[in-house]
Every structure is written in C-alpha cells, then in structure tokens.
C-alpha cells in the first residue's frame, strides 16, 4: 500500500487501511506533517522540500523495484496535482502499481470547473448559472476585462486550480465573492496582469451560508458501478484565503436529490476510482446545486469511514481482489468536527440544526487526528488543531453571515 502526499487527507486514508486490514502505508512525499511522522499507520519517505516532480516518480518506481515479486502494490494520491501527476505518468507507473483512477481525458474534462458546469447541464445534473473568463489569449493595447450577465453578488474561481498554483497577487484566494462589477473588472485585471492564462469561472451566488453545503463522496469500480455514494451536511467551513470552502464540521446524513444526481454524472463520464462532490442546497427551489468534482476522495474522507464505510474496502475490493460489492448509500449518523464544540456551535444558528448538532454530539464527535493506537500524542495535537482553527475563525470569519462570505 502506497500513499503520494501528506496531510489530512493522506493521513486518514492510512488510518482506513490499517483500521481495516492492519496495513501500514508507505507514504513518498516532499515534506511530511508530524502527526504522520508519529503514526503507527504510517510509514513516511520524505524527499525534501526541493524534490521535483520527477523525483516523485523515481522514488515511486525505486520503491517499486524494492518490493519486486510480492503483492500488487496499490497507489492513491489525495490532491488533484498528485492525480495528475500519476496521470502523467501512467506509462512509468503502471507495470509497478495497481491505480484506479480516470482516464487522462476524463480527468482533463472533470477537473475543469467550466467543463464540469458544461457537463452536469449535458447530463441533467443541476448546478448554478455560470459563466467562463478566458485569459488564454493575448492582451490588446486597450483591453478591458468581460463584463457578465450574472446578477451581483457572485462567485468567482480559477477553472482549474492548478493552473492558479504558480501565479501570485496580492487579495490571492481559494474564491472571491464580489459584490458589484468594479470589484470584478479590478480582480479580472489583478489574476491577468499577475501572468495566469488560463479560465475563470463566474457562478450564481445560491444563497445561504455554510450550513447550506454538502459533500458527497462517490467510488466507482472498474465495470462503472457506483458501490459507495455517502453525503455530509455542512455544518463549518474553513474561511482562511488558501482553504475556503474546506468542511471543519459536517454531520453524515443522506441527501435525497443529489445522490441520484451523483451517481447518473459518474455513469455518463466512465468514471473510475473515488470522486468528491461540493454541493448547496438552494433555498429557492430546495434543489442540491453541483459545484464541482474533486478526482479524488478529499481531504475530509474520514467522516465516510467514521459513519461505518471504510473507505478501503471499496477501492481494495475493486482494484486488489476484483470483486463486486454490495453498494453502500446508507450509513450512521455521526458528527465529524476539526474544531471545538463551542466554537461549532457560535456558527450553528437555526434551532432545529442546533438541536440536531447536540443530539448527535452526545453519541461522540468524530475526530480525524485521534486515532487510538497512534495514543495521547494524537489526541493532544487534535486538540492544538481545535485551538488554532478558533484563532483562524476570529481572525477570519468572527461572526456567521447569511452568504458564508
């Protein structure tokens, strides 16, 4: 088992490995995080921070060549550059690991905002009014920024945010949420004049704040059947520039609606591997509205494995023993939180939702950094975690807003 990357995200989908199987993942980064550094999950081959992409790949295929004539080694990744990087790399990698994920050309379209819009109207999956800014092409002696036909207030994202990665300015972030068309024009000029040439995305604002948003997790098998689809209501999210939008809280709970929605868009594209969907509830109309699809399981899988689906047995079933399961949309309702209850609960307004939050509290909130054998070291670095994301939010975000802005 084989892990690309660090953090969050990588760390919980070592702890799902051993949970389930006992297994301890070799994890080939840059630079690694200490709570994995410490893990009984993880074994950690940190190359430095100066390490190339190629370095990546040699590390991959030398650790490979190391494990010669045992079992077939799995490779998940868990950030979109990584996933692309195996992409790229398919033909190195593939004689020496078993990797379930898309297509180069699926993946291209998917990971593509303006593309996932296009598709999701394609395939009757319902999703917000949106609009593309191409700064592909050269810029003119009195070029001006395009205007939109989208009523202000509005979102706006790189299409791709690898593209966005290398490029930097000042008022940099993950989304902006503009108000009136200066703002626009102004920002539009700010990400064109800073060198970036790729496609921004401007999208209806659906109103409500982070306890309107969902997360679904999907995985899909080698014969393109959908054997998990798991959602969580939003309850926090982060609201620092570079992690916007990133669940803090989400209590596991099943959204009618868009899990069909999921699962007809993974069906129609040749999906294959884990997906991660960011969806909002609109209030107008009461419809789960998609925004986008990570390739990937995304940096909060844990809350799937803490509601009863190991995230492990699904793609282990899959791509190692390549065998059918029954598929999984049910599991228990838990509370996933990174930050502490009071802190969670400033956010939480509605009476009913606030009700709902202590009633599931009281059954235990699921803690991604705490995991038992990894002992006391990891429950107190969960609770150093609580504390700088209750700095980061009166700093950030002080006090809950009707928009999440």
Same mark, same amino acid.
């Given at each position: @088992? ?15 490995? /051993? ?16 709570? @994995? ?37 799995? =490779? ?9 990087? @195996? ?8 004689? /020496? ?25 394609? /395939? ?15 810029? &003119? ?22 593209? @966005?990665?290398?490029?930097? $300015?000042? &008022?940099?972030?993950?989304?902006? $949420? ?19 040439? &790729? ?36 309850? =926090? ?52 509205? $998609?925004?986008?699809?990570? #390739? ?46 009071? =802190? ?28 038992? #054998? ?32």
């Amino acid at each position: @088992m084989v892990l690309l990357g660090t953090g969050l995200g990588v760390y919980t989908l070592a702890r799902a490995f /051993h949970e389930e199987y006992g297994v301890v993942a070799t994890v080939v980064t840059k630079v690694g995080v200490e709570p @994995m550094r410490r893990s009984v999950t993880c074994d950690m081959r940190e190359l430095g921070g100066d390490a190339s992409d190629e370095d990546l790949i040699t590390a991959l295929v030398d650790l490979a060549g190391e494990r010669q004539g045992g079992r077939p080694q799995l =490779l998940l990744a868990n950030a979109d550059s990584l996933i692309q990087l @195996m992409s790229d790399h398919r033909e190195r990698l593939a004689p /020496h690991f078993v990797m379930p994920i898309l297509e180069a050309d699926t993946l291209e379209q998917l990971s593509d905002k303006a593309e996932f819009a296009r598709l999701c109207t394609e /395939h009757g999956v319902a999703t917000p009014r949106t609009e593309v800014i191409d700064l592909s092409a050269p810029r &003119g002696e009195g070029w001006e920024p395009p205007r939109t036909e989208i009523p202000f207030p509005l979102v706006m994202k790189a299409a791709r945010t690898a593209d @966005m990665a290398g490029v930097r $300015f000042a &008022g940099k972030k993950k989304v902006w $949420f503009l108000s009136e068309p200066a703002e626009l024009e102004e920002l539009v000029r700010a990400i064109a004049d800073a060198g970036y040439t &790729g496609r921004l995305i401007v999208q209806e604002l659906i109103p409500g704040d982070d306890t309107a948003e969902g997360s679904l997790t999907a995985y899909t098998d080698a014969a393109g059947r959908v054997t998990l689809l798991c959602s969580a209501r939003v309850l =926090l999210g982060e609201h620092t520039p570079d992690a916007l939008g990133r669940p803090a809280a989400m209590i596991t709970t099943e959204f009618g609606d868009a899990l069909p929605q999921a699962r007809a868009l993974l069906e129609a594209t040749g999906y294959r591997g884990f997906a991660n969907f960011d969806v909002k509830r609109d209030p107008r109309d009461g419809i789960w509205k $998609f925004f986008e699809v990570n #390739p990937r399981i995304g940096r909060n899988n844990f809350y799937v494995t803490s509601a009863g689906a190991n995230v492990s047995r699904f793609v282990v079933a899959d791509a190692i023993e390549h065998r059918e399961i029954e598929p999984v949309t049910r599991v228990d309702e838990i509370l996933y939180s990174l930050v502490p209850m009071p =802190l969670l609960m400033r956010y939480v307004r509605d009476p009913e939702m606030r009700r709902w939050v202590r009633t599931v509290a009281r059954r235990g909130v699921r803690n991604p950094w705490t995991y038992g #054998p990894d002992g006391g070291w990891a429950r107190r670095y969960a609770r150093i975690v609580g504390l700088n994301h209750v700095r980061k939010f009166l700093r950030y975000y002080p006090k809950p807003t009707d928009s999440g802005f």
